[in-house]
Structures are given as C-alpha cells and as structure tokens.
Nanobody, 115 residues
C-alpha cells in the first residue's frame, strides 16, 4: 500500500523558518515527480514548488520564490521543503504529490504563521 506522509508543520511567527518533509511507504520517491502544494481556507490548492516541464528545472510559486527551496533526500526516501522568511499569507495546509504513472497525495500538514 502506498502512503505519503507530510510532517514538520506547526505554528511559527512571521520571519521564522520551517522544514517540511514528505516521506513515502510503498514507492521510491526518486522514481516520481514530487511537488509541494498548499491550500489556504477559501482558496484553491496551488503548486508551491516542483519540477517544471524541462528536465532539471524547478518551478516555484511567485509568492514563495527566493524563500522556499525543494530538495530530495534519497537516503531517507523523502522530499523536503525548506521555508524561510515565513509570512502570514503562507498559512495553509501543505501537501506533497508524487506523480508518474500513478498519482499520490499525502494527508497534509498544517502551517500557521501568526504573531
């Protein structure tokens, strides 16, 4: 059975950092296109970071460019999202998605940025 699990969310103050991790059971994430998405209350789910159309190209959402970084940890079968200089508008549930011939989603992890 395939399972994606996001972790690392929490409550932080504006300007602080968090690292989210997406780990998998049942699949090897390096065999998949893995992206991070988020969904804030009242908003549609949006792509935060992930591979673009060109090989080796990483695409970031306009609102997170320069602050967020996606990376793979092959040893841990994980894909991480480093989030720096967090803002209140980054508050959302963050999801990872692994896609190739199949499409898998995690259950999400809540990130709340508030003073």
């Amino acid at each position: 059975q395939v399972q994606l699990v996001e972790s690392g969310g929490g409550l932080v103050q504006p300007g602080e950092s968090l690292i989210l991790s997406c780990t998998a059971c049942g699949i090897t994430l390096s065999d998949y296109v893995v992206s991070w998405y988020r969904q804030a209350p009242g908003h549609e789910r949006e792509k935060v970071a992930g591979p673009g159309r060109s090989a080796g190209n990483i695409v970031y959402g306009d609102s997170v460019k320069g602050r967020f970084t996606i990376s793979r940890d092959r040893a841990k079968n994980a894909v991480n999202l480093q989030m720096n200089s967090l803002k209140a508008e980054d508050t959302a549930v963050y999801y990872c998605n692994a896609r190739w011939s199949d499409d898998y989603w995690g259950q999400g992890t809540q990130v709340t940025v508030s003073s």
